[in-house]
Structures are given as structure tokens and as C-alpha cells.
């Protein structure tokens, strides 16, 4: 039997993998600000795009299944690769002497491996554990709220959990690399933490509304899978509820 076509899937994965390199690019600022008397240190990616991705991410789970969003996570991780393969190789060929902003160019897009490094695994921890604790969680919930009205709870317990584990691994391989102050260790992964689950907690609305039309239009609500392994690419989803 062939896996059955959704009409909005597509546009979902494109969503979140473009939102995904835009991001990882972005992400290089950083700068400090002050606010209630504390000091918080953020980078443009947290600001701009980084919640964005984990409401993707919590979208194509509650709506597709985990083993969607596995598949996703991959897609995300193979174009980043490229991209920055693509982005290295564009900064090393020749130029014309026309061409006046070669050190820009290459400030911006001549990511060191370090920061590719970091990036791509603080994304793979997060990413999985977001999945992997709202799959989780509506197999669970979904004993006892067959309607979702606590959708909610799923959607912020996982994203304090992804977005901790995402933030700590990327800017603490970022301090080991040289990317980012050791200095600014605590500080980046604290407040960049907080940030991103408060511009998550403030999104859960409009997330829950799309959660809803998706289920209706794509008539599909996925609980389980048939595994949890983040590497097994191919398996199907365990049930429909």
C-alpha cells in the first residue's frame, strides 16, 4: 500500500529547511543588551528564526509524526553540510577585481568548520529531544486528553528541553572552538535559552491554531511510531489516532 500524500507536507519541509540555513548563517552575531538590570547576550538567530524552527518542529510531530519529523531533521542536516560546503567553496574561488567585497563576502559566509561544527550538533541534540519528548507526550496525554485541549503542555515542556540542550551544545562547542568569549559561556546559553522559550511560550497560540487547520486539511492525526531511533530513516508511523 503506498504511504498516503499530504498536501501542505511539502511546504513544511521546505519551510523548515530554509528557515534552517537562513539561520545558521544569521546566527554568527551576537551582541549584548541590557534589560531588568541584566545583561543578555543573544545572537540574531535566536531573535529572528531560531523559535521558528522549533514550532516547525513541534508542527510536523503533532501533525505528521515523529517519523516525519525524523526524516526532516535529516533533510535539514544534509542541506546545511551543503550549504556550507557550497558557501566555502564560492569564498575560495578566484575573483574579479571588480568584485570590492571579497573580505565580506567571506566574513559572512566562509564559516569556519568549528562553527559548522557546533551548529549542526547542538541542532541534531535539539532537534531530536524537541521530537522526541512531544511524540512522546501526546502517546501519553492522548490516554486521558483525547481532544488535545493540553496540547500546550506538550509543545512548552519540549521546547525548554530542545532549546536547552541546543543552546548549550552549540555555543559550548562554540567556546571550544573560539567562536564565542569563554567569557560569555553562561551567559549566552542562559539567555539565549530563556528567550527562545519565551518567544515559543508567546507563539503557543498561533501554533495550536495551525496544529488544528493542518489536522483538518491533511485529515491526519499521528500518534506514535515504531521507533525511536533517530536513525532509522525509514520506518512508518505506529497509528493514526
Not at 38 to 55: A, E, H, K, N, Q
Not at 120 to 141: D, H, P, Q, T
Not at 180 to 206: A, H, N
Not at 227 to 239: D, G, L, S
Request: glycine letters at 8%; proline letters at 3%.
Amino acid at each position: 500500500m503506498s504511504e498516503k500524500k499530504f498536501s501542505f507536507l511539502e511546504a513544511a519541509i521546505a519551510g523548515f529547511v530554509g528557515l534552517l540555513i537562513v539561520s545558521n548563517i544569521v546566527a554568527q552575531k551576537f551582541f549584548e543588551t541590557e534589560f531588568l538590570g541584566i545583561t543578555w547576550s543573544l545572537d540574531t538567530g535566536t531573535l529572528l528564526l531560531f523559535p521558528m524552527l522549533y514550532i516547525f518542529g513541534d508542527i510536523l510531530v503533532e501533525v505528521w509524526g515523529y517519523h516525519t519529523a525524523r526524516r526532516v531533521i535529516w533533510y535539514g542536516f544534509g542541506f546545511n553540510i551543503l550549504a556550507a560546503a557550497i558557501f566555502v567553496t564560492a569564498v575560495r574561488m578566484p575573483h574579479s577585481q571588480y568584485f570590492t567585497h571579497q573580505e565580506a563576502f567571506a566574513a559572512v559566509l566562509g564559516a569556519t568548520p568549528g562553527l559548522v561544527f557546533s551548529s549542526m550538533a547542538g541542532y541534531l541534540v535539539g532537534s531530536f529531544a524537541n521530537s522526541f519528548i512531544m511524540a512522546r507526550m501526546k502517546e501519553w496525554m492522548i490516554q486521558w486528553d483525547p481532544e488535545h485541549r493540553w496540547l500546550p503542555l506538550r509543545t512548552i515542556a519540549s521546547t525548554i528541553a530542545g532549546e536547552f540542550l541546543d543552546t548549550s551544545v552549540f555555543v559550548g562547542a562554540g567556546v571550544l572552538f573560539g567562536i564565542f568569549p569563554v567569557e560569555l559561556l553562561v551567559s549566552l546559553v542562559l539567555t539565549q535559552w530563556i528567550l527562545k522559550t519565551v518567544i515559543e511560550v508567546l507563539m503557543t497560540p498561533l501554533t495550536v491554531l495551525v496544529v488544528k487547520k493542518l489536522k483538518y486539511y491533511e485529515d491526519t492525526d499521528i500518534v506514535g511510531t515504531e521507533t525511536y531511533n533517530p536513525f532509522a530513516f525509514f520506518k512508518a508511523q505506529k497509528r493514526s489516532a
